[in-house]
């Protein structure tokens, strides 16, 4: 499933905050920027499988591979402030919980030491690849900055691990059922937002609240997520990573 952010267009280019193309989330209209995806493992439970993320960046720098950082803000329980942050960074996928402020606006948010950390494994819980005929066979454009060819950045987290965490931050009783909310954010370090926000141009220094930026996603359950044919995963048993199928649902939210 594609989830576009914001009520124009689902990003505005050029506006990392420290101009590096590799941190600067971009998408139209008809290429968005994030999509996700879930594996349930079948109907015994509705609290295990995998839930993956892609977003796409402004093509890669130099050195090779993504070297930043990338945070799904979840929001579980409809307040509007953040509860937790999956993410990806140069060596590792990691859960953090929010810190003591608010959590609901750039401003207002930081991020703690990680509560649970995985490697980086190429193919298996993780992928950095060019946006090419194979990556989106349904894509008009590769390059939709003009600033290079863009990149797909996508990571998985086993969905058990994510009721955990929030269960350990007294949000109990999540399912894939739950409906969650989403802000999608890059950085330079791992305890703040300080690069780019999905949906607004720049204001990752803002005090506006999420819902005011039109950064934030509609509430979605993970079970309502079409699971794609395509697989990097399949013999880890979890089935997706490339979220590339021309078959996922495309929706706006605003």
Excluded: K
Aim: include cysteine.
């Amino acid at each position: 499933m594609a989830i576009i952010v914001g009520s124009t267009i689902p990003d505005w280019y050029g506006d990392q905050q420290t101009g590096q193309p590799e941190s600067d989330l971009v998408g139209t209209n008809g290429h968005p920027c994030f999509f996700m995806a879930f594996n349930g493992n079948g109907p015994q439970s509705n609290t295990d499988g995998t839930l993956a993320f892609r977003v796409r960046l402004s093509r890669e720098s130099n050195p090779p591979g993504f070297d930043n950082v990338l945070f799904i803000g979840v929001d579980a329980n409809a307040d509007g402030a953040l509860d937790l942050f999956l993410g990806v960074n140069s060596t590792s996928i990691f859960m953090a919980p929010p810190g003591s402020g608010a959590n609901v606006s750039p401003s207002t948010t930081t991020v703690q030491t990680p509560i649970y950390t995985s490697n980086r494994v190429a193919g298996v819980n993780y992928s950095w690849d060019t946006v090419n005929a194979t990556t989106d066979p349904v894509a008009t454009s590769y390059d939709l900055d003009g600033n290079g060819t863009d990149r797909f950045l996508s990571f998985a987290v086993p969905f058990t691990n994510v009721v955990l965490s929030l269960a350990a931050r007294g949000i109990t009783g999540v399912t894939d059922q739950t409906p969650l909310r989403y802000v999608v954010a890059t950085a330079t370090q791992m305890n703040a937002i300080n690069q780019d926000l999905l949906g607004p141009q720049g204001m990752v220094n803002s005090s506006l609240t999420w819902a005011a930026l039109g950064s934030i996603s509609e509430p979605y359950a993970t079970i309502l997520v079409p699971e794609p044919s395509s697989a990097l995963l399949v013999a880890a048993g979890l089935g997706f990573l490339c979220l590339v199928n021309p078959r996922l649902r495309r929706q706006r939210f605003l």
